[in-house]
Nanobody, 115 residues
Framework: QVQLVESGGGLVQPGGSLRLSCAAS????????MGWYRQAPGNEREWVAS??????SYADSVKGRFTISRDNAKNTVYLQMDSLKPEDTAVYYC??????????WGQGTQVTVSS
């Protein structure tokens, strides 16, 4: 069983920044996929960014503002979010996998962008 612990969410003003962290209870050096998703009230969960090996990808809505990175020495994936907008308000979830043929999700962290 893999545990993922997310942190870094909170309330920020438009134009501000936050950095989300997702720490895994296992080594991430051999894990193929690490990514972030978000879900706003009334919406389906959507993909935000991912790191597949050394290749990073971003949803068009966050490209140029968000940066995903992974530190395998700390078994952690990060999401640096800059120039935040009110429409970025959502619960953010990390996802990693496969590990032992299973994908795992974090518990979610709330990000609220409001003045």
């Amino acid at each position: 069983q893999v545990q993922l612990v997310e942190s870094g969410g909170g309330l920020v003003q438009p134009g501000g920044s936050l950095r989300l962290s997702c720490a895994a209870s296992v080594s991430t050096s051999g894990i193929f996929f690490m990514g972030w998703y978000r879900q706003a009230p009334g919406n389906e969960r959507e993909w935000v960014a991912s790191s597949v090996g050394k290749i990073t990808s971003y949803a068009d809505s966050v490209k140029g503002r968000f940066t995903i990175s992974r530190d395998n020495a700390k078994n952690t994936v990060y999401l640096q979010m800059d120039s935040l907008k009110p429409e970025d308000t959502a619960v953010y979830y990390c996802k990693i996998g496969p590990y032992d043929r299973t994908d795992y999700w974090g518990q979610g962290t709330q990000v609220t962008v409001s003045s």
